[in-house]
């Protein structure tokens, strides 16, 4: 089991938006940095958010992240068949002394 | 650009020690103070999980239900870092990544491409 909460996965049409949730406490997203992972299969995780709300070079502004608390979400609009993929949130765990993944959530672009 | 190389036995025996290697290119292991340099896994079928990490200077932080059986170890001089995980089970076979990590910030980038480790007889 996940130390981070996400939805196993979420869905929407081509050109519509989706958000991603993802809890934890306060030895992990409440006090740390959050970051967000695009997973395609084959290939290496991507880094698609970092420090919360950053992206980084060549990432569209199409993907989002934001905070609030020990949450954070992971959003997308104007979906395209080629954001289907899983999507990781990560950060710290101060409590752990550890990073610490999601569980992971599976978009499908209907 | 930095990038990140796995490499390594892919089969593994129970009980044995599984050792993969991280070599860099385009870039020094120890050019920066601010970055340490990890290992994730990704067993089929699952999530992702954080393995460890390790500074170019020796400081590390392992994954607590691996930490008995993990060691991250850095080489400056061959520009690489090492996993060694030992006593390993079926439960180790996953896909295996290595990636640099930013101190503080706690973000992974750039990641290596990944090695299937299958732990069989």
């Known amino acids: 089991q996940s130390v981070l909460t996400q939805p196993p996965s979420v869905s929407a049409a081509p050109g519509q938006k989706v958000t991603i949730s993802c809890s934890g406490n306060?030895?992990?997203?409440?006090?740390?940095?959050v970051s967000w992972y695009q997973h395609l299969p084959e290939t290496a995780p991507k880094l698609l958010i970092y420090?919360?709300?950053k992206r980084p070079s060549g990432i569209p502004d199409r993907f989002s992240g934001s905070k609030s608390g020990t949450s954070a979400t992971l959003g997308i609009t104007g979906l395209q068949t080629g954001d289907e993929a899983d999507y990781y949130c990560g950060t710290w765990d101060s409590s752990l002394s550890a990073g610490v993944f999601g569980g992971g959530t599976k978009l499908t672009v209907l | 650009q930095l990038q990140l190389q796995e490499s390594g036995p892919r089969l593994v025996k129970p009980s044995e020690t599984l050792s993969l290697m991280c070599t860099i290119s385009g870039g020094s292991i120890s050019s920066s103070s601010n970055y340490f340099w990890g290992w994730i896994r990704q067993p089929p079928g699952k999530g992702l999980e954080w393995i460890g990490i390790i500074h170019y200077s020796g400081s590390s932080y392992y994954n607590p239900p691996l930490k008995s059986r993990v060691t991250i170890s850095v080489d400056t001089s061959k520009n690489q870092f090492s996993l060694n995980l030992r006593s390993v089970t079926a439960a180790d076979t996953a896909v295996y990544y290595c990636?640099?990590?930013?101190?503080?910030?706690?973000?992974?980038?750039?990641w290596g491409q990944g090695t299937l480790v299958t732990v069989s007889s």
């Open positions: 420090d919360n709300n």
């Open positions: 990636a640099r990590h930013k101190s503080s910030y706690n973000w992974l980038d750039p």
């Open positions: 306060s030895s992990n997203i409440g006090n740390n940095f």
